[in-house]
């Protein structure tokens, strides 16, 4: 395991977090910190990472064909949807049938953002659960690398760089009449490209000196050209390769592998699904009974957390326990046979 990118999803989920406070409090009183905006970065961190995990995961594999690219997907699958899937009906339920609809919610926003197509509402491209437009582009960056994958096998990298540069570029001249597309085809994605690069330089062995410089090269100009903001691409790219860089030195990595860290790691996905829904609700309540003076904003923030987080470790054993007995079901059934 890679402590320092387990820690780094902690922090970033937490900062995604905090970036939300932030603008949760905004709503029902008048605070303006501008620096708290920096904690968007935390969506950036993750981006780089999941760049970095591909590789990390691909480089082991010795031979890329379809049955591969299947298990690949499978996996990505199984990690994204259960979560995803779950919170998303728990939402559209809420708003439909007990908040009495107020985002004017219907059986097409639920299907259209259950498979992860961005779409058009009244506040932007946003999915039935708004810290959903994040996986839109995860599942993007999944299916153009198992397409990778299928055509170019080994050398999947260079098919992702370029349909990837390709999608920015385009982007940039609006070539793209439809929302998925214009949408697809933002800067942000240069993100999973610095990741994968990232990979590529802490995994030697996975591409060659020459290869490794030469996206280096491609990268730093898609990002200098086309980047419409390129300062928190850059300082969350410097984050991941700081920690990177430090995951050999014995203090950092026995930092790193601290159980708090290593807990946020583990819950720092469901908790990014979980914690704008807590947020609303709670910012709801302290408005209506307490107020955003100083010290009910730290207990706002502090019980928002604490139960983003304790929900998080239910579903998280809820969804295994489900797992689990549906693949015991399913050995049984084979077993018979």
């Not at 970033?12 to 910190?33: E, N, S």
């Not at 260079?158 to 390709?166: C, D, K, Y």
């Not at 982007?171 to 999973?192: C, M, N, Q, R, Y």
């Amino acid at each position: 395991m890679i402590y320092s990118i387990h820690f780094l999803r902690g922090v970033a989920a937490l900062f995604v977090f905090f970036y939300h406070v932030y603008h949760i409090v905004r709503i029902y009183a008048d605070i303006t910190h501008p620096w708290f905006e920096f904690f968007h970065i935390g969506v950036d961190i993750f981006f780089v990472i999941s760049g970095f995990i591909m590789i990390a995961v691909l480089s082991k594999v010795q031979v890329f064909d379809s049955k591969f690219v299947v298990k690949f997907l499978k996996a990505r699958f199984i990690r994204i949807i259960p979560q995803y899937f779950l919170v998303t009906f728990v939402i559209y339920v809420g708003y439909v049938y007990i908040l009495n609809n107020p985002r004017e919610l219907d059986y097409k926003d639920l299907l259209t953002s259950l498979a992860f197509i961005p779409y058009k509402t009244v506040d932007g491209v946003y999915p039935v659960l708004g810290v959903g437009w994040t996986l839109n582009y995860e599942m993007l960056f999944y299916a153009v690398l198992a397409l990778a994958i299928l055509i170019l096998r080994k050398y999947f990298t260079l098919g992702v760089f370029i349909i990837f540069s390709g999608l920015v570029v385009g982007g940039h001249f609006s070539v793209f009449d439809s929302t998925p597309l214009i949408f697809w085809s933002k800067p942000i994605i240069l993100e999973f490209l610095a990741g994968m690069l990232l990979g590529m330089f802490y995994f030697k062995s996975s591409t060659s000196y020459s290869v490794r410089y030469l996206y280096l090269f491609m990268l730093c100009v898609l990002l200098f050209t086309f980047g419409s903001y390129t300062q928190h691409m850059i300082v969350a790219i410097l984050i991941v390769g700081a920690l990177l860089l430090l995951e050999h030195k014995d203090a950092a990595r026995k930092f790193f592998k601290l159980r708090i860290f290593v807990f946020l790691g583990n819950a720092s996905y469901t908790l990014y699904l979980l914690h704008q829904p807590v947020l609303s609700l709670f910012g709801k309540v302290f408005d209506n009974l307490y107020g955003f003076e100083l010290p009910f904003l730290v207990f706002f923030s502090v019980i928002s957390l604490a139960v983003s987080l304790g929900l998080s470790v239910v579903v998280d054993r809820l969804l295994s326990r489900i797992s689990d007995e549906v693949r015991v079901r399913l050995i049984r059934q084979v077993a018979e046979k």
